[in-house]
């Protein structure tokens, strides 16, 4: 299903198809509550267990290089709208264990991993000069066995 521009989610408005995968679509939105720009990853089902989980693990992030979630819906996820361009490889080796440093080391610190580290999930924003940023997308909380 398809979301037309002007359609209301709630307090938000979609603006625009970002993109869609095998989860869902994601559109660019705008929060008519605080006039500021979102992104909201609709499910293709009503909120699964599988999307609660991600829910839940992008909650419990904070951290430059990781979107923010900002609320969710019966069957939606609101985040953070990050502007820039997915990653465009291949990257020299050190600039690839930079970049996987910068936005992996966080999640892993707080137990959550993310199963499907690709170009389309990494963005290159002028955020922050240039940096990688990790968009939510199949992570998911584990428990450590060791540490």
């Not at 002007?6 to 625009?16: F, K, N, Q, S």
């Not at 990853?41 to 829910?55: G, L, N, P, Y």
């Amino acid at each position: 299903m398809s979301l037309a521009p002007g359609t209301r989610l709630g307090p938000y408005e979609v603006l625009a198809l970002i993109g869609a995968g095998g989860m869902g679509a994601v559109y660019k939105a705008r929060d008519t509550r605080l006039d500021r720009i979102v992104a909201i990853k609709v499910s293709q089902e009503r909120f699964s267990d599988r999307f609660e989980c991600e829910a839940r693990a992008v909650a419990a992030l904070n951290h430059p290089h990781i979107c923010t979630l900002h609320d969710v819906g019966p069957d939606y996820l609101v985040m953070e709208y990050v502007e820039g361009a997915p990653l465009k490889g291949p990257l020299p080796l050190d600039k690839a264990v930079e970049y996987a440093g910068q936005i992996l080391d966080a999640a892993h610190a707080a137990g959550i991993i993310h199963r499907d580290i690709k170009p389309p999930n990494i963005f290159v924003t002028k955020r922050w000069g240039h940096g990688p940023f990790l968009i939510a997308d199949t992570i998911k909380r584990v428990t450590w066995l060791a540490k």
